[in-house]
């Protein structure tokens, strides 16, 4: 069974950084797009990144340039950097994962989530 785990949420200031992990079950990302989703308070979850095992990735245009999806060297775990961070960038995060091929955009695709986690941004 997939598990995911995301960490690295907090309170950061609006030009701030922070970087996301999600951690999961060994050999999940071998075979699965990864992906990164939020929900702000009073608003849908949308797309913020995604990465196919493959290395190809995908960005939603309000993220483009701030934001790098990426996996290190621990096979089981991948990163969102999160640069110049801006207040509307507050939300909940989760982290996601799909056998689907390349690196949607649409959630539908990814059936398994993570609990999320929190990242607020002051002005």
């Known amino acids: 069974q997939v598990q995911l785990v995301e960490s690295g949420g907090g309170l950061v200031q609006a030009g701030g950084s922070l970087r996301l992990s999600c951690a999961a079950s060994?050999?999940?990302?071998?075979?699965?797009?990864m992906g990164w989703f939020r929900q702000a308070p009073g608003k849908e979850r949308e797309f913020v990144a995604a990465r196919h095992w493959t290395g190809g990735k995908s960005y939603a245009d309000s993220v483009k340039g701030r934001f790098t999806i990426s996996r290190d060297n621990d096979p089981n775990t991948v990163y969102l950097q999160m640069n110049s961070l801006k207040p509307e960038d507050t939300a909940v995060y989760y982290c996601?994962?799909?056998?689907?091929?390349?690196?949607?955009?649409?959630?539908?695709?990814?059936?398994?989530w993570g609990q999320g986690t929190q990242v607020t941004v002051s002005s």
């Open positions: 996601a994962a799909g056998p689907t091929v390349g690196a949607p955009t649409d959630d539908r695709y990814y059936g398994y």
């Open positions: 060994p050999g999940t990302f071998s075979r699965n797009a």
